[in-house]
């Protein structure tokens, strides 16, 4: 009997033993989303010597919010999230915004034409504002440092305007895409002159208060308070440089907006459910109407059933970068202060993956 009890004994402790030995090492868990964001971006900031802020949300959360860098390097004031920066061509957004609302309102259609708006404009009969949205109406771009001796004091939109004015037509209207300031900047003039209010005035009475962007701004003062400055070039172990500026009525509606990372997620947020506009609206706004794929201040792509749009502004030390996937409700945007950067560079298709 107790030879029979130790034998038992001793077979169940090789199976305990063995079956120890038999078990599987437990698997690791997969790195998060917040984990892959932060490798994604952060071997990006360190690869490029990065200035600036960057976000990144999905369905209404931020994910990832962080600055860096310099908002002035001379005086070694840090880029926070709360800094403000000229975002540039990126404004081109709020004034096709502005363009839309005054539609839904009834004040005027985007079958208008230019000379409805500006009567003696060389064939702005044949100018619609369609046309001027969609960067298809033939009008040249116009190059104020070569036109005005001082370009960072304030000039009137009428002064831009003549200079607009004064050129030909490059194409026939409608034929052709060619992206100029000067489409958006006589937009934010059209915007005044049906809204009997100045331009900023209306974005921010109705886009930028509405969405709680308090930190959005057409800089017609050129305050300059919480912005960055900007620099021509952030090298490593060098002295930055000072890029040279122009006063932001130089471009007006067409790329005098400051705004922050932020303010420009509110803004994305406000896009969904209409808060600001209507569905039929939006689908205008992003709709591409050119073999350059641009909607109304976006580039548009649309794949199978996926659409995302874009925009982007650089300009005299400053780049701004606005990614959007409205099926997946993922934003991504980038503000930074080193004119060197360039926006196409960042990994957006490695983010998405990431927050799949």
Known sequence: MKK?????????????AFSGCSKSKPKEKP???????????????????????????KEGKVLYKKAFGMADYEKKIPNTVETQFPIWSSSKQFTAAAIMLLVEQGKLSTEDTLSKFIPDF???????????????SGIDDYDPQANFPTVDDYHSP???????????????????????NANYFLLGYIIEKVSNMKYED????????????NNTLYNVKNIQ????????AILRDSVPLRSS???????????????????????????????????????????????????????????DSSLSMYC??????????FYRNTNDKVAVIILCNDSSYTNENFPVNDVLKALK
């Open 225 to 232: 308070t919480n912005t960055s400055k900007g620099y021509t």
């Open 122 to 136: 060389k064939q702005g009969d044949k100018i619609k504002i369609h046309n001027l949205l969609t960067h298809s």
């Open 312 to 321: 982007m502004g650089c300009g005299f030390g400053h780049n701004s970068y």
């Open 245 to 303: 500026s122009v006063h932001p009525s130089i471009y007006f509606s067409a790329a005098g907006i400051y705004s922050t990372v932020e303010d420009l997620y509110k803004w994305d947020q406000a896009l969904y459910g209409e808060k600001i506009l209507k569905k039929s609206s939006l689908d205008k706004m992003f709709t591409h109407y050119t073999s350059y794929d641009y909607g109304y201040g976006w580039f548009v792509n649309k794949k």
């Open 31 to 57: 790195a998060s989303a917040d984990n892959k964001l932060n490798k994604i971006v952060n071997d990006y900031v360190k690869r490029k010597n990065f200035s600036g802020t960057i976000l990144i949300g």
């Open 202 to 213: 209306f974005v921010n009475e109705n886009l930028f208060k509405p969405s709680n962007m």
């Open 158 to 180: 009428e002064s831009i305007i003549n200079l607009i004015k004064s050129s030909p037509l490059s194409s026939e209207p409608g034929t052709t895409f060619k992206y100029t």
């Open 4 to 16: 029979t009890t130790s034998t038992l004994l001793l077979i169940l402790i090789f199976t305990l």
